[in-house]
């Protein structure tokens, strides 16, 4: 904003800066060359509804005081430190029409800080604009120049315009100008395709020009070129680019005292000023989320025009200054109105403070401003009452409607933890009554005499045998790990066994936690935790499943898994996330485990029979866990296998295969030993735990050497971060030709879903191969039924009228009944069937191929 005054007001941070050029005080005879810029610091003081001084400051310029001016001032973002700091461009006039420029930074301090300067031979006059550096942008003879503290120099646009309506700093996009510029005559005397242009028809046109990417966009987006000549100010509300297309929206006042909304380039709604001569747009978003239309007059005018209705909602005449801030700190924006003259010396002595709402401060002024009447305000107050109450009313039923809500949603909560607790204990869930509930049935009900036996029933339902181990917690980075080890001799499926932790604060809330569970299988051949070789298909089916052979299959594979179970340690492991346990003072928990025993008669498996036992509880609190109590301990002796099952229990497992075809693979273990730093595991040798200080310690190695030139390497490590540092060290000790190859280890919860999927399909598929045969057997029993039937009724007829005797009906009915058990024995033809057994055969073949990568993942 141009001006000739040596006051300026400006407003940050909800403050009011005042500044002002003075000349230095000095002594009789002597030439004062020194000129003061004063800044002082207003806020609102809401006791006294007057603005106070907070602070001031002053910077001293050398030059005299006719010879600095201030140019223009606004808030611009300091580009080292990325804050919006008040930016003051002075000017300051040299010999042989030679102008100085500098720019000026206030801190929150009330100093002044010089970051910029330049000289121009002229006077800048025209559209001159501050931005975020700060940078200066302004017009001279219809150029458009630019300076920051990037480029140190006054640099010039490649492009021609006549004025600047807006420019700004869009995100992604950089500081954005909107100008016009005339259209000139085509050098190629292409004058046809000129004339049918808009430009032509206008004589000039908008455009947009990015300084960033020094590139021209088109301004159709903005405003049609139709309002190029009749537009005096424009206001960017929103910018954005979306699939290589703006998207717009723009409010602009004109010569004929309209402010008009542009959608993406098209006008939407117009709204006719009170005043002439308007040449400034500000935004106000206040209170409610309303959004006001700030428009200044040349004649000291203002007028406010609301968004939604986009109609005059207040006006003001005599106005000095107009600023947009939050000057109440109420976190919504209002507006000030200075009002007074030129001459009064307290620029803030007339003033207004209103957001269209409830905030409205005056000072005592007498300013022309519309005011109804006192009827109309008592109506007015009349309505606004009955209005009030009617939303008062409405939102207290609407607040009892939500609080009924909350008390079923608690209900419901409530029922819902307890049905889970019983379900994970295996007790049967018992309703309430209707009674409990306040609910009328509506039908005649009948108590059902069993269900209270039945409830104490399940609550007393228990397998009193004890078979857990060992329990124990560990804490690894933010990671609770809780492990229960079982007795060896216990026969149990590994892929049906998990474990649940539930919290219980107090002896009537119990919540379940979220939890991740791990089976940790450690062999003295370490075969669980190594990666063999996988093959591509599973192994021919050799042995065909029928009556007589199923008990055998039983129990074959009954013998070899509890063979394989009793070579190894069992543990089972649930890892939860530690952080939100930690809001609690002292945490309790639960733990249960859940599993199925296989139940064996004769040496047969008849089947299993599932379990839920209390393993027992943990405590859990802070102090702990400051102490190093339940911390890993893997670099001294006393390291127990709980550690090295915590480490398991929270590391990604990789597996690689490595083939060197020259030399043999004995640098690995001199790897693992030297540079790692590894050491063997008491119980499995085979694993190594590595005890290199740094990120790389608690990874766990396992080599597995099949041939000299062959093995397999499975580490587990706690990021892949950990994986990389290691494979990078392994690279450098290996030959060039040796090959690393990653092994995928596909997850058991993957591949479970997998083959519930394809069991589905499978039994989709069967159930319209069925449907399809019956169709087509219907059909055909139907056709030859009916043929059937109208060849008797002819011959009945005959016999009604020839009085035969009673054996001929007899004969006829027994015709239906085998024509009936024929159509019970219909044979569908060969393509139905051959389609019928492709589709199965495709279906169980998946799902086959799904159990077998289960079995042995």
């Given at each position: 904003?141009l ?5 300026q007001?400006?407003?940050y ?10 000349k230095?005080k000095?002594?009789?005879?002597t ?16 006791d ?5 001084q ?19 001032f606004?808030?611009?973002?300091d ?7 008040p930016?003051?461009?002075m000017k ?5 029409s030679?102008?100085?420029?500098f ?8 100093e ?5 300067n330049?000289?121009l031979?002229?006077?800048?006059k025209?559209?001159?604009r ?31 315009l ?20 005339t259209?000139?005559?085509p050098e ?11 430009e032509?028809?206008?004589?000039s ?7 960033e990417n020094?590139?021209?966009l088109?301004?159709?987006?903005f405003l ?10 424009v206001?960017?509300c929103k910018?954005?680019v979306?699939?290589s297309?703006?998207i717009t929206?723009v ?6 005292n ?6 993406d380039g ?8 009170p ?13 409610g989320n309303?959004?006001?239309?700030i428009?200044?007059f040349?004649s000291g005018?203002v007028c406010?025009v ?9 006006k003001?005449e005599?106005?000095?200054s107009?600023?947009?801030d939050?000057f109440?700190g109420?976190?919504t924006e209002?507006i ?5 003259d ?5 620029i803030l002595?007339?003033f ?17 401003e ?5 009827a ?6 009349s309505l606004t ?12 039923t ?7 809500h909350?008390?079923l ?10 049905a ?11 309703l ?5 509930e ?9 108590e059902?005499?069993?269900?209270s036996?039945n409830?104490?029933t399940?609550?007393g339902?228990?397998d009193?045998e ?10 690894v980075?933010?990671?609770l ?10 026969n ?21 936690i979220?939890?991740?569970n791990?089976?940790?299988k ?17 192994p ?5 499943l029928?009556?007589?052979?199923k008990?055998y299959?039983k ?15 069992k543990?089972f ?9 930690l ?5 309790h928990c639960a733990?249960?485990?859940?599993a199925?025993r ?5 040496g047969v498996?008849q ?5 839920t ?7 859990l ?5 400051s102490?190093g ?7 001294n ?14 590391s990604l ?6 083939v ?10 001199m ?11 008491k ?12 990120s ?8 597995n050497?099949?041939?000299p030139?062959?093995g ?12 990389f ?6 690279v ?6 040796c090959?690393i190859k990653?092994?995928r ?13 394809a069991?589905e399909?499978e ?16 059909d055909?029993?139907i056709?030859?039924y009916e043929a059937?039937?109208?060849v008797?009724?002819v ?5 009604l ?27 569908v033809s060969?393509n139905l069937y051959?389609?019928i ?5 495709e ?15």
């Amino acid at each position: 904003m141009l001006s000739d005054r040596q006051e300026q007001i400006l407003s940050y941070n909800g403050e009011v800066l005042i500044f002002h050029l003075s000349k230095a005080k000095c002594g009789e005879g002597t030439v004062n060359k020194t000129a003061r810029l004063h800044v002082r610091r207003m806020v609102f003081d809401s006791d006294t509804k007057l603005f106070v001084q907070k602070s001031s400051g002053l910077f001293s310029m050398h030059g005299g005081h006719l010879g600095i001016e201030m140019v223009c001032f606004s808030c611009t973002a300091d580009f080292r430190t990325g804050i919006n700091l008040p930016c003051i461009l002075m000017k300051k006039k040299g010999k042989n029409s030679v102008f100085k420029y500098f720019l000026l930074l206030l801190h929150n301090s009330n100093e002044f800080e010089p970051c910029l300067n330049f000289k121009l031979d002229y006077d800048l006059k025209e559209d001159i604009r501050l931005f975020t550096g700060p940078s200066v942008l302004w017009r001279h003879a219809q150029k458009l120049f630019y300076i920051s503290p990037t480029t140190c120099t006054v640099l010039s646009a490649p492009i021609h315009l006549s004025s600047i309506q807006w420019a700004g700093d869009i995100e992604n996009e950089g500081i954005i100008v909107l100008g016009v510029r005339t259209v000139c005559s085509p050098e190629g005397g292409n004058w046809q395709k000129l004339c049918s242009s808009d430009e032509a028809i206008w004589g000039s046109k908008f455009f947009g020009y990015s300084l960033e990417n020094q590139k021209i966009l088109n301004g159709t987006c903005f405003l049609p070129h139709a309002y190029s000549t009749v537009v005096s100010c424009v206001h960017v509300c929103k910018f954005n680019v979306l699939k290589s297309q703006f998207i717009t929206s723009v409010v602009a006042v004109t010569h004929k005292n309209q402010l008009i909304w542009f959608q993406d380039g098209l006008p939407k709604d117009v709204c006719q000023l009170p005043y002439e001569e308007p040449y400034l747009i500000q935004i106000a978003t206040t209170s409610g989320n309303n959004l006001f239309f700030i428009v200044s007059f040349a004649s000291g005018d203002v007028c406010a025009v609301w968004k939604d209705s986009f109609q005059v909602a207040a006006k003001w005449e005599k106005v000095k200054s107009v600023l947009v801030d939050d000057f109440m700190g109420t976190g919504t924006e209002q507006i000030l109105l200075v009002f007074g003259d030129r001459t009064n010396a307290d620029i803030l002595s007339s003033f207004r403070i209103t957001d269209f709402g409830e905030i409205n401060y005056s000072s005592e002024i007498s300013c022309k401003e519309d005011v109804p009447v006192t009827a109309e305000l008592q109506e007015n107050g009349s309505l606004t009452i009955q209005a009030l109450e009617a939303r008062l009313q409405a939102g207290y039923t609407s607040v009892q409607k939500l609080q009924q809500h909350l008390v079923l949603k608690e209900k419901v909560l409530f029922e819902s933890c307890r049905a889970l607790i019983n379900l994970v204990q295996e007790r049967e869930h018992v309703l309430p009554t209707a009674e409990e509930e306040g609910l009328v049935s509506l039908w005649d009900d009948t108590e059902n005499p069993f269900s209270s036996l039945n409830k104490e029933t399940a609550l007393g339902s228990e397998d009193p045998e004890q078979i857990i181990e060992n329990l124990w917690q560990r804490v690894v980075d933010d990671s609770l790990v809780i492990g229960v080890q079982i007795t060896e001799s216990l026969n149990l499926s590994l892929n049906d066994v998990s474990l649940s932790l539930v919290m219980d604060q107090d002896s009537t809330s119990f919540s379940p936690i979220r939890c991740q569970n791990k089976i940790v299988k450690l062999n003295k051949a370490f075969s669980a935790m190594s990666i063999s070789s996988c093959q591509i298909e599973p192994p021919t089916k050799k042995i065909k499943l029928d009556f007589h052979s199923k008990n055998y299959v039983k129990k074959e594979y009954h013998e070899r898994s509890c063979k394989v179970l009793a070579d190894g340690v069992k543990t089972f492991i649930a890892v939860t996330q530690l952080s939100p346990l930690l809001a609690f003072r002292n945490v309790h928990c639960a733990v249960l485990l859940h599993a199925k025993r296989r139940k064996h008669q004769d040496g047969v498996l008849q089947g299993n029979k599932k379990i839920t036992l209390m393993c027992g509880k943990i405590s859990l609190n802070l102090g702990d866990i400051s102490s190093g109590k339940y911390s890993i301990n893997l670099l001294n002796d006393n390291s127990t296998m709980e550690d090295v099952f915590a480490i398991l229990g929270v590391s990604l497992k990789f597996s690689f295969h490595i083939v060197s075809s020259e030399c043999t693979l004995t640098l690995v273990n001199m790897w693992l030993q030297e540079q790692m730093k590894c050491t063997s595991i008491k119980e499995c040798p085979e694993n190594m735990v590595c005890h290199k200080l740094g990120s790389l310690h608690g990874t766990v190695f396992n080599w597995n050497l099949k041939t000299p030139f062959k093995g397999n390497l499975t580490l587990f490590c706690r990021n892949k971060a950990v994986l990389f540092q290691c494979l990078h060290s392994l690279v450098n000790i290996l030959p060039p030709n040796c090959k690393i190859k990653y092994q995928r280890l596909e997850s058991k919860d993957i591949l479970a879903n997998q083959f519930v999927l394809a069991l589905e399909k499978e039994m989709v598929t069967l159930r319209e191969s069925f449907s399809a045969a019956e169709s087509e057997l219907g059909d055909n029993f139907i056709s030859r039924y009916e043929a059937g039937k109208m060849v008797n009724s002819v011959a009945v007829a005959s016999l009604l009228d020839n009085k035969q005797p009673v054996q001929q009906f007899r004969k006829e009915l027994q015709c239906d009944q085998k024509q009936s058990t024929l159509g019970m024995n219909q044979t569908v033809s060969g393509n139905l069937y051959r389609g019928i057994a492709l589709k199965m055969a495709e279906a169980q073949l998946n799902s086959d191929m799904i159990a077998w990568k289960l079995n042995n993942s």
